[in-house]
């Protein structure tokens, strides 16, 4: 129910992109309760040590670039190294020596002192499934975490074992038995960080891009490549004396269009280039995006040009979808 374009796009924001505030509060809570049944394990015969200090919350839920409807929280449960631990690397992978306790449990790749990630996740999902409240424990596909069904609410936990280093950063499964580097901190706090220099409003224009990229209009972008790029932007980009998420919408679409046809570091440092498409499904990609900029450009002529917000809100509609609302005015 709208009769202008800025109506229309607070409207679609608040009901159909953004999480329900209520239900973000219940996912959170959801979640300290799952990290503190885990902790109940810690230490046990049958279960590691658990690092409190390093359990690390991230993914786009925890960074509030997530669109409707809430359907997996990320988890980095860090297992403690307790002092007996040690790795080594051989090119990008990991090595992680086995002690004691891996070693009675069974948690070793074969014939090796290595300790198995594959294995350890298998020893989560154990434990995770005697937990009550909770439907199924599986392998997630990737074969990097371990993912928990609820019973009660939409969303799944994907729980991803984790050892910290004591060169500051953390090793994950590599879904094949070994472990690889990663740190989200760096994510997370690059996302506050840009968001801040522009006050507050660039997570929400995250959100509307994945809404966008969501309708199957083209090849869909990777959630991460597609934040990844977003930032890349606006950490270059003046910060506005005015900000209208309709005209930053529009230009970003531009932006993106040429951006993904080029590749797109790991602002980690870590994975190098982010973007895994070939050249013939970048150009793909780009021709969408480039196309539903020109009709973003059309509505904002609409709109500001000839002052039409009927005609502007029907244009825009035909970028965001169905659920993008009517015009409702005379």
Not at 56 to 73: A, C, H, V
Not at 242 to 247: C, H, P
Request: glycine share 4%; charged share 30%; proline share 2%.
């Amino acid at each position: 129910m709208a009769t202008t374009v800025n109506g229309a796009f607070s409207e679609f924001m608040r009901e159909i992109v953004n999480l329900d505030q209520e239900k973000t509060k219940t996912a959170r809570s959801s979640r300290d309760n799952l990290i503190d049944n885990i902790k109940g394990f810690s230490g046990k015969n049958d279960f590691f040590q658990v690092y409190d200090d390093k359990i690390l919350r991230f993914g786009s839920f925890e960074r509030r670039t997530k669109i409707r409807p809430i359907d997996d929280i990320d988890l980095m449960l860090c297992l403690s190294g307790e002092g007996t631990r040690t790795y080594t690397k051989l090119g990008e992978i990991f090595y992680i020596y086995g002690n004691d306790y891996d070693s009675s449990n069974n948690l070793m790749t074969d014939n090796t002192n290595y300790l198995n990630s594959t294995k350890v996740i298998n020893r989560f999902i154990s434990k995770l499934s005697d937990l009550q409240d909770y439907s199924k424990a599986e392998m997630h596909k990737n074969h990097e975490a371990a993912t928990l069904r609820l019973k009660s609410y939409t969303w799944n936990f994907d729980i991803v074992p984790c050892f910290y280093t004591d060169a500051n950063f953390y090793l994950i499964p590599d879904g094949l038995g070994n472990w690889k580097k990663t740190d989200p901190r760096i994510d997370n706090e690059r996302t506050t960080n840009v968001n801040i220099r522009h006050n507050g409003k660039l997570l929400e224009l995250i959100r509307l891009t994945k809404y966008w990229n969501n309708r199957k209009v083209t090849i869909k972008i990777g959630s991460y490549l597609l934040e990844c790029m977003i930032l890349q932007r606006y950490e270059n980009k003046s910060v506005s004396e005015t900000w209208w998420i309709d005209l930053e919408f529009r230009d970003l679409l531009e932006y993106l269009s040429s951006a993904i046809l080029s590749d797109i570091e790991d602002p980690k440092g870590i994975q190098g280039n982010l973007n895994y498409f070939c050249w013939s499904d970048r150009c793909k990609i780009s021709e969408a995006l480039h196309n539903a900029y020109n009709k973003a450009l059309e509505a904002s002529k609409m709109e500001i040009k000839n002052k039409d917000q009927k005609s502007a809100i029907t244009k825009w509609k035909e970028v965001l979808g169905n659920d993008f609302p009517d015009y409702t005015g005379d």
